[in-house]
């Protein structure tokens, strides 16, 4: 089964950068989309962006323009590049596959499975 683990997170003051990873082991990333999302305390999971075996990309409105998605394969590795963070932006960020952005897409996040353990991100002065 596909295994994924994230790294990358830590603590960062507002405004700063932070490149996370999710990196798939026991089978190939490379046919597989990748999405990312992340649980604040209290609330709700909720997408953050999403990669397609394409390499097409989803976002999520509010990371528009700060966050980029981008892929490796022969890294196996995806990655999650975030700037201007914002203390909303703190949570445990997930990594998770799917044979498709629609779930992410479609807010249906149970489509996705593999999911890592998470990499905290806390954004604070």
């Known amino acids: 089964q596909l295994q994924l683990a994230e790294s990358g997170g830590g603590l960062v003051q507002p405004g700063g950068s932070l490149r996370l990873s999710c990196a798939a082991s026991?089978?190939?990333?490379?046919?597989?989309?990748i999405g990312w999302f992340r649980q604040a305390p209290g609330k709700e999971r909720e997408g953050v962006s999403c990669?397609?075996?394409?390499?097409?990309?989803n976002y999520a409105d509010s990371m528009k323009g700060r966050f980029t998605i981008s892929r490796d394969n022969v890294k196996n590795t995806v990655y999650l590049q975030m700037n201007s963070l914002k203390p909303e932006d703190t949570g445990v960020y997930y990594c998770?596959?799917?044979?498709?952005?629609?779930?992410?897409?479609?807010?249906?996040?149970?489509?996705?499975?593999?999911w890592g353990q998470g990499t905290q991100v806390t954004v604070s002065s």
């Open positions: 998770a596959a799917d044979f498709s952005c629609r779930g992410f897409v479609l807010a249906d996040f149970r489509r996705f499975f593999s």
């Open positions: 026991r089978f190939s990333l490379d046919t597989y989309a």
């Open positions: 990669i397609t075996s394409g390499g097409n990309t």
